[in-house]
């Protein structure tokens, strides 16, 4: 069971690495603004991407049929996998059949929902990350903190020490050129040497039956073009329609990511090359069943951006790791409680609801009313005793309150970058710690609260 | 069985039909000077462009650039000047040792400076990654504004595998800070040249 308050609570012991943290994220919503800002037709774009998404939801089952037809005339393997524990199994098969021992992977946060490396290296397969942040937290032990920068959490020092133990790399006070170059002879070598290769699949596209896969570092291909074995592991909710969609959602995608235009590479692999295997296993893993949940059904559009989590002030100021969960900030808290609701029903607590995740999220998905519909969800069992013990700071029940939820992020916040007034003496506390904030007017605030809700 | 379960929770869960919206490629398109945008585009995502008056400039371009790698491929018609010989059998491993590949790019995209490449005459489809350096010939024609242009232009059953690539590869996993050199080429060069 997950407590993000007292986790976000241990986070911002150090004050001076969380004022760091904040800001690195904060310097990346900056830039997907700016990027967002030049780009004519964005809000279009936008609409375009969410109507699509709710389209294809509308289709799903007959755009994965198009899809696993189209693969399968490609020369491509399909599988299906309802939960992470078939999915691990379809995997390990396919790598016994080849004798495959040692495994490259590129970044995959389905893998990690399925705690994918753990069950392989229990049977003892060698499994590589090869994302370099994602490498890194590997070597530390340690979850990604974040969907598209997993180890945003580290500071050099620390890597340069990570290195310095398992790379044998000298110490260099945390050299970015230094440390990027041993890992890359590290990683080419581990490429090199794979017996098989393990990706994502950021879109599926059921008109061909391609996967495509964005990476600026390029570990993906090199990966999936060392090995003869490629296997590719999608959410069914990774499906589009037709090539003109890819269009859409890729413009969107590193923009709203990083503010890039787009990935150094988007890789489009349709069929095995020649001599080797292309296997794709499509899975379920609890996403039909949020399907079936009108009002959080729209975290299905979701594309993985992390625009939500960069611009969260709650995130920004707690941590991934924090959540608990496989994706954490903003979208990882509609998500995991559809997966878990016992173990994650602090989640939806860990937002101010100021809305600012759903203004960004390129898919338009209602990211802060889904937290507050979740909330409703939650109070109503936890009123009926359903949970043995609720982990909610007690102003959670404040977030309960429709008209406190009008009230809170869209009106009382004028600045993103500091947290909405009233909240620092909430249940807040924890994320803000130390922070000084412009004196609030938290207790006419209250009174306002006591009055209104008689 | 499992496909079966998958598709009838779906059936059952599924939000009722909703059709499907046609884009209008006009919201989108900025009529802006293609090969100016393209240069800036790849620019910033840290590639290189050369300009190159015609093709035989191009080729003078890249054989001076080419003259100090001991181990090259060169894949572009009129570039025959590798020094790896390549057969369809030649392995990952065998290509370690790459360091400049050259290879013709079908188009490119004026919006993010990404060019696109595919399987079709590539010996190997990871040339273009292990390579230290990656230089792509285009033809300044060939460039439309944005990725709506660009899917109306290729075909996705044309090829086993294909990429844009709009740079080097490159991270910025460190503190944000950013590197150009990850897993993938150091570097990568479009020489543009005008027919
Ligand atoms: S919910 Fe929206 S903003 Fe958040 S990661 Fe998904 S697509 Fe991006």
Redesign the pocket.
């Known amino acids: 069971m997950i407590n993000h308050a007292e986790a976000a609570e241990k986070f911002n012991r150090d004050e001076e690495h969380v004022n760091w943290h904040d800001k690195s994220l904060w310097l990346v919503r900056q830039k997907r603004d700016a990027a967002a800002a030049h780009f004519k037709g964005w809000e279009e774009l936008r609409n375009l991407a969410s109507e699509i998404k709710t389209h294809t939801l509308s289709k799903l089952d007959q755009y994965l049929i198009e899809f696993e037809e189209q693969a399968i005339k490609n020369g491509a393997k399909v599988h299906w996998a309802e939960n992470a524990d078939e999915h691990n199994k379809i995997v390990f098969e396919i790598l016994s059949k080849h004798g495959a021992e040692k495994i490259v992977k590129s970044k995959s946060m389905l893998t990690e929902e399925c705690g994918l490396n753990h069950y392989l290296e229990g049977k003892g397969i060698e499994v590589v990350d090869t994302d370099l942040g994602e490498r890194i937290v590997q070597l530390a032990k340690e979850p990604p903190s974040h969907?598209v920068m997993p180890a945003i959490h580290k500071k050099r020092k620390e890597i340069d020490e990570l290195f310095h133990q398992h790379l044998k790399t000298e110490l260099s006070g945390g050299d970015e050129v230094y440390l990027a170059r041993a890992a890359r002879e590290h990683l080419r070598q581990k490429f090199l040497n794979a017996d098989a290769a393990l990706t994502g699949a950021n879109f599926a596209v059921a008109e061909s039956g391609t996967i495509v896969v964005c990476t600026n570092e390029g570990n993906a291909d090199m990966g999936v073009h060392s090995t003869k074995l490629h296997i590719a592991s999608m959410g069914i909710e990774k499906i589009i329609p037709r090539k003109e969609h890819l269009a859409i959602f890729l413009r969107l995608l590193a923009r709203?990511a990083t503010g890039q235009s787009i990935t150094s590479y988007t890789s489009h692999y349709r069929s095995p090359k020649p001599g080797g295997e292309f296997h794709i296993i499509i899975v379920d893993n609890g996403r039909t069943t949020q399907l079936g949940r009108t009002e959080f059904r729209n975290s299905l559009k979701?594309?993985?951006?992390?625009?939500?989590?960069n611009t969260c002030p709650v995130y920004r100021r707690s941590g991934g790791h924090s959540y608990g969960s496989t994706i954490p900030?903003?979208?990882g808290s509609i998500l995991s409680p559809g997966i878990n609701l016992n173990d994650y029903n602090s989640l939806p607590f860990a937002s101010s609801l100021c809305g600012s995740?759903s203004d960004?999220?390129?898919?338009k998905?209602d990211?802060h009313t889904e937290l507050y519909k979740w909330r409703q969800v939650i109070t109503k069992d936890l009123n009926k005793n359903k949970f043995k013990k609720i982990i909610m700071l007690d102003s959670g029940f404040i977030f309960s309150h429709p008209l406190l939820f009008k009230l809170s992020g869209r009106v009382v916040n004028s600045s993103l970058k500091i947290m909405p007034e009233f909240l620092k003496n909430n249940m807040i506390k924890a994320w803000t710690r130390k922070r000084e904030l412009p004196r609030a007017p938290e207790y006419s605030f209250q009174q306002w609260y006591k009055k209104n809700r008689e | 069985m499992s496909k079966e379960n998958i598709l009838n929770k779906i059936r059952r869960n599924k939000p009722s039909l909703k059709e499907i919206l046609g884009i209008n490629e006009n919201n989108f398109c900025e009529k802006i000077n293609l090969a100016e945008a393209f240069t800036k585009n790849s620019e910033a995502a840290g590639g290189k462009v050369i300009f190159a008056s015609g093709m035989s400039e191009a080729v003078s371009i890249v054989k001076s650039l080419l003259k100090d790698f001991e181990h090259a491929i060169s894949l572009a018609d009129k570039f025959d000047f590798g020094t790896i010989a390549l057969d369809e059998e030649i392995s990952a491993k065998a290509l370690e040792k790459l360091e400049a590949a050259v290879l013709t790019g079908q188009f490119g995209v004026a919006e993010n400076g990404a060019v696109w490449i595919t399987d079709y005459g590539l010996p190997h489809r990871i040339i273009p990654f292990i390579t230290q350096h990656l230089y792509l010939i285009l033809n300044e024609k060939e460039i439309v504004e944005n990725m709506h242009e660009a899917y109306d232009r290729l075909s996705l059953n044309d090829f086993g595998y294909g990429v844009f690539i709009s740079g080097p590869s490159k991270t910025a996993d460190i503190e944000q800070s950013l590197v150009i050199g990850a897993q993938g080429p150091l570097s990568m060069t479009v020489i543009l040249f005008r027919e």
């Open positions: 969907i709203s979701c594309i993985r951006c992390g625009a939500c989590m900030g903003p979208i995740c960004v999220c390129p898919v998905i990211i």
